[in-house]
């Protein structure tokens, strides 16, 4: 209790420092000012455009809008969307819970080579990306000749835009698993084996639970990239319509044919996506950021 106490007095003479010390706090004026700023920024840049494509969507009517999803074209996107998601997050989710216990975990040669190629996606534009992937598999590429001879097809299909969704959406569970594993270490991973646990034991008791909600915020992400990526997508589909095209190729082209509502209709499902994503994430964040009971607030 003396303890406690002593904390306690200690935090209250630091507070009243800072309530003595005027050097310490901004006038009213710049808290609203910089509070203004934040907001007209928000409403301006992400709430009024968001509200717009809702509106532009329903301009002609909720029996215009829901043809427009109907539509053969726009079902075949939202297919092939789903499919090159449902392909790549659960391989990226393999690859990066491998690479972040590799790195957080052990030592070996090439290292930082690994951790540099899980940040290329960053770095490197979509667009590159895409022309990466025709340079290496398209008809007058690298393995061209020899896919057309075995009549396989890549670029201008749908493998072509899984390697390139995977390309681009692979760093962000690997990302969020890394610095999470290493600030964690190795202790427990290694008093689990002590114990008589086996390494896959290990893994799956005690490394994945402590990891678990960087790992779903990890899934989320990589999940709305996959679903919203356009430079790359676009140079290795192709644009045939009804077979290559995504939902934001469907949405450009609808566009460029001024099919606006139809193009407003389609891009509103890419915003709920959006808003679904900010809401698990936002719950993700709460919950990893939750006291499990009985544990202590310090």
Known sequence: MATVAATFDARSDTASKFEANPATRDSAWVKYLVIGVGLTYFTIFLLLPLIAVFVEAFRKGAGTYFAALVEPDALSAIRLTILAAAISVPLNLVFGVSAAWAIAKFQFPGKNFLITLIDLPFSVSPVVAGLIYVLVFGLQGWFGPWLNEHDIKVIFAVPGIVLATIFVTFPFIARELIPLMQAQGRD?????????????????????????????????????????????????????????????????????????????????????????TLVLKTYVEWRSHRPVAGEQVS
């Open 188 to 276: 427990e991973e290694e008093a689990a084996i002590s114990l008589g646990a086996s390494g896959l034991q290990t893994f799956w008791r005690v490394t994945i639970p402590n990891v678990k909600w960087a790992l779903l915020y990890g899934v989320i992400l990589c999940n709305a990239r996959a679903m919203g990526e356009f430079g790359a997508v676009s140079v290795v589909s192709g644009h045939i319509r009804g077979e290559t095209n995504t939902m934001p190729l469907h949405v450009e082209i609808l566009y460029n044919e001024y099919q606006f509502a139809a193009a407003f209709a389609v891009a509103s499902l890419l915003a709920l996506l959006a808003l679904v």
